[in-house]
């Protein structure tokens, strides 16, 4: 009698365990190209956070945002994660993206000082990204 209970709580929590697993997480965070290619899906947020110094001149420029599947939600973000850090110190830029579309597309920034003519890319970030 003591075993029917335990049965039946095993196969509720195996369900339940097999449930979750197949759900993909709500976002997806990226802090450089190393995990592209990536495979998104309709309704995640893809978070891109890049190392940042706005005070060299040095910012981001999205050459690319993979418009067939990602919307940008806001602008970039600076933000310094360390309290300690000094004031034009190194940091962190942000971005954020829904996927809205299915399909496939390239997103691509280079990290640039935007006044000079012709510049040559100091880093660069790319990403295939699939979206089903």
């Known amino acids: ?3 029917t209970p335990r049965l039946y709580l095993t196969a509720g929590l195996l369900a339940g365990l097999a449930g979750c697993s ?3 997480p709500s976002s997806v965070a990226l802090r450089d190209d190393s995990n592209c290619p990536l495979d998104l899906h309709l309704g995640q947020t893809l978070i891109l956070s890049l190392p940042s110094n706005p005070a060299s ?3 981001w420029a999205v050459l ?3 418009p067939e599947v990602l919307t940008p939600l806001g602008p970039e973000v600076f933000s310094n994660p360390d309290e300690n850090a000094l004031i034009g110190g190194d940091g962190l830029s942000t971005w954020r993206f829904e996927v809205t579309g299915t399909g496939s597309g390239e997103l691509v920034l280079n990290y640039k000082r935007p006044w ?3 510049p040559v890319p100091a880093d660069a970030f790319e990403c295939h990204v ?3």
Do not use: C, D, K, V
Request: proline letters at 6%; a negative charge.
């Open 1 to 3: 009698m003591t075993s």
């Open 22 to 24: 197949s759900t993909p």
């Open 57 to 59: 001149g040095f910012r």
């Open 64 to 66: 690319e945002a993979a």
């Open 116 to 118: 000079e003519a012709e």
């Open 130 to 132: 699939e979206a089903s």
